[in-house]
């Protein structure tokens, strides 16, 4: 601790400081929760819902209405709920920030908040401290570990002259020094600013809008004929209305972003039991898509913990004795992770040591450790430091190639020798670095099976970066921080803005990126990724700007995540497809029946019961069973609607044949109302099993909750049409006719759309 008295700033010059440049936090204006949850009533779906919702409330139709705000107030809970947790990593970095400091205020060394230091603070530190600010040292000498900051897996020392990085924690020594920038201006304070404007837009919400979009441009024109229609038959206004009602309702995906909710969230349930939280639920969704994998290193593909790799003994010295007086001149007290690393090897290997008289910390000066002990009633002293350093105490020494050798790996290298007073031997080299995850080849091979382009990015060395994508087959160029724009399977020496513009970069050339890491450096990529990983030993920081939070060590939650994604995908093809292909019928049909025969062919209140049967049952593919697809999955919704269109229409011309039937047979309207009530009930569920497999329908076991709640729907409406119950009755011989005709129907069309369905893959 330094004296007591200093030479810093007055109590006056602070404030007036303070005023000038704010405290030493990051600021931010945090939008009003009422007007984050009215937000998610401005979009496309919930536009469509309002809009019906207003036509009920003029007709009169309140239990309609009723339903429908239900719905409308479902969805935007769903959405505020998630929208919150966006908000918790900069509040998080806020949080790191509050902390206390040794400053010189007035003459005197006292402490005060961290959030009222200023530029021009005289500020100390030592062993524990989280420096409080960027400091620029006057005085003293210490190690300081910046790897949740830079990302660099080494601890740096730093001395009079140096620059020290707010966030950084202090591993040994103590040191002074004037503060040169706070809050959002210092180097942490800059991450943080880039963690706020971070963000990808939601590719789900796309999705959402082009479906939307689609059925929008259809209602449009269907309406736009019928308006022509009625003026040319001089039909009122009060007889087209209920028409734009009913075919309003008939279009409307009310189910659509439930569905997809509901899908996610249920994935995001498994992944819990396999070690993954998701806190953005539509990250599972862009699991799936998901080209790319830009990979920190230091603690995402490394343990981000020095360890000994490798061990160079002189002729004559054996490892034991080497390591022993390595550990000789090494303490735990300090908590060097270099000591650290030698003490926890040597542990492994020597049962005892001698008993050390003296030990020496490490001193940049001199560059190296001691320990002193009696050996044979001599004083022996075990000397622990740089390769040159300890050659030169020592004679005949042929070091700097073994020395070279190692460090090419990217290890950082140390001297070991010992002896009596003024007569020590040199016994070798110690390689220290950072080892690599166990399960970190392997998962990096299954992702690149599975499609998935895997980066690494990291502040370490090029020739570190080069060693680790060696071990872990990481294919493409080893470039440098000059080389963000090119394609390169590793990009090392970056720093944290770096890898938020490589990511953005990515992004703008059509990819769907992912990124993992554990540090503060890592949070503005993470945040910025479709899909943003933070590893178990991640900061709390990184982990609340992440999507994914993986809870065990290791990164096989990452590939868990893929695959789920890629299930949830092929459930939500299957779930789009149907919807598309039930609105176009639909609609279509309401709207030529109308024209064709100048009456409804299916009543306002039928339309909403065929929405609970149809749309509310097909939720249950949330859970069905799938294969996941081998390659990254894209939506291509123009291919979808086509596809979507040519499935439709075979689906249209079952519907008007079940009309015709109907008719045919002599059945009031009413009746036939009913009749066709029950066919597009039918039809809507065998679509869903005729588009949920690329193959043959029988090509896989539907999901458990799927078959239940298909026939549950099947007992419920042919029940209500047989009673007579909200429809005209109908006789339970049509009803069972008409099934088993939809089943064989089914069943045709199972050979029509095979091939169509396998282009359609191909082509997402």
Request: hydrophobic share 50%; proline share 4%; charged share 20%.
């Amino acid at each position: 601790m330094p004296e007591n008295t200093c030479n810093g700033l007055s109590s006056n010059e602070a404030r007036q400081r303070l005023a000038q440049y704010g405290p030493n936090a990051v600021t931010e204006e945090k939008p009003k929760n009422w007007l984050l949850f009215l937000h998610k009533f401005w979009a496309p779906v919930p536009w469509m819902l309002e809009g019906t919702l207003i036509l009920e409330a003029i007709l009169g139709k309140w239990p309609e209405a009723i339903i429908i705000t239900l719905l409308l107030i479902f969805n935007g809970v769903l959405g505020f709920s998630q929208e919150r947790k966006a908000q918790s990593a900069l509040d998080l970095l806020k949080e790191r920030l509050r902390i206390q400091a040794r400053a010189c205020r007035d003459g005197l060394w006292q402490s005060i908040s961290a959030a009222d230091l200023v530029p021009g603070d005289l500020v100390h530190v030592r062993v524990g401290d989280i420096v409080p600010a960027d400091l620029h040292l006057s005085d003293g000498s210490i190690l300081v570990d910046q790897s949740a900051l830079t990302g660099e897996s080494m601890p740096v020392e730093c001395a009079a002259g140096d620059t020290l990085y707010s966030a950084s924690v202090v591993r040994r020594g103590e040191a002074s020094g004037e503060v040169t920038a706070t809050g959002a201006r210092s180097y942490f304070g800059k991450t943080a600013e880039l963690v706020r404007g971070a963000g990808a837009k939601s590719h789900l919400e796309e999705l959402v809008l082009s479906i939307v979009r689609y059925l929008v441009i259809m209602d449009v024109v269907l309406v736009a004929a019928i308006l022509i229609y009625a003026a040319a038959s001089h039909l009122s206004l009060a007889e087209i209305l209920p028409f734009a009602l009913i075919l309003l309702v008939a279009s409307v995906p009310v189910a659509l972003p439930a569905t997809f909710t509901l899908a996610t969230a249920i994935a995001s349930l498994h992944l819990v039991h396999r070690g993954v939280l998701v806190t953005r639920l539509a990250a599972v969704e862009e699991a799936a898509a998901m080209s790319d994998l830009c990979s920190d290193k230091t603690g995402t593909l490394t343990q981000n913990r020095l360890s000994l790799s490798q061990i160079k003994t002189w002729p004559g010295v054996e490892e034991t004795q080497l390591l022993s007086m390595a550990a000789m001149a090494s303490d735990s007290a300090t908590q060097d992770p270099i000591d650290l690393a030698i003490l926890r090897k040597s542990a492994a290997r020597i049962a005892t040591l001698p008993d050390r008289q003296q030990f020496v910390p490490f001193d940049p000066a001199t560059k190296r450790s001691e320990g002193v002990f009696m050996r044979d009633e001599a004083s022996w002293r075990a000397l622990k430091g740089a390769p040159q350093i300890i050659a030169k105490l020592c004679s005949n020494t042929d070091w700097e190639q073994a020395t070279t050798d190692l460090a090419a790996s990217g290890a950082r290298v140390l001297a070991v020798a010992a002896g009596p007073d003024g007569q020590p031997r040199f016994l070798g080299l110690l390689a220290l670095a950072d080892p690599i995850r166990p399960d970190a080849a392997e998962v990096v091979q299954h992702l690149r099976e599975l499609g998935v382009r895997v980066r690494m990015i990291t502040g370490d060395s090029l020739q570190t970066a080069k060693n680790v994508a060696t071990s872990l087959a990481i294919t493409g160029r080893v470039c440098d921080r000059s080389a963000l724009a090119e394609d390169c399977g590793v990009y090392a020496g970056v720093f944290p803005a770096d890898k938020f513009h490589l990511v953005q970069g990515l992004q703008k050339k059509g990819r769907i990126v992912g990124m993992t890491g554990d540090g503060v450096n890592d949070a503005p990529a993470l945040k910025q990724a479709e899909m943003g990983v933070a590893v178990e030993s991640a900061t709390d920081v990184a982990k609340a700007a992440a999507s994914l939070v993986l809870t065990t060590p290791g990164l096989q939650g990452v590939l868990d995540a893929v695959v789920t994604g890629r299930r949830v995908y092929q459930r939500m093809l299957t779930y789009t497809l149907n919807k598309i292909v039930k609105v176009f019928q639909v609609a279509l049909f309401l709207s030529l029946g109308f024209l064709m025969f100048r009456s409804f062919v299916v009543t306002p209140l039928l339309v909403l019961l065929l929405l609970f049967a149809n749309d509310f049952v097909t939720m249950s593919l949330a859970e069905d069973n799938v294969r996941p697809s081998p390659k990254p999955d894209r939506w291509d919704i123009r291919t979808l609607v086509l596809s979507s269109l040519v499935v439709a229409f075979a689906w249209l011309i079952y519907i008007f044949v079940v009309y015709g039937v109907g008719r045919s047979l002599g059945l009031p309207l009413a009746s036939v109302q009913t009749l066709d009530f029950l066919g597009l009930v039918f039809s809507g569920l065998a679509n869903v099993f005729l588009v949920r497999e690329r193959g043959h329908l029988w090509g896989s076991i539907p999901g458990r909750f799927l078959l239940w709640a298909s026939l549950t729907d099947i007992l419920v409406v042919s029940g209500l049409a047989v009673m007579g119950w909200l429809m005209a009755p109908l006789p339970i011989v049509i009803v069972a006719s008409l099934l088993l005709a939809t089943v064989f129907y089914t069943l045709i069309l199972d050979q029509i759309k095979v091939p169509l369905l396998r282009r359609l893959t191909s082509a997402c």
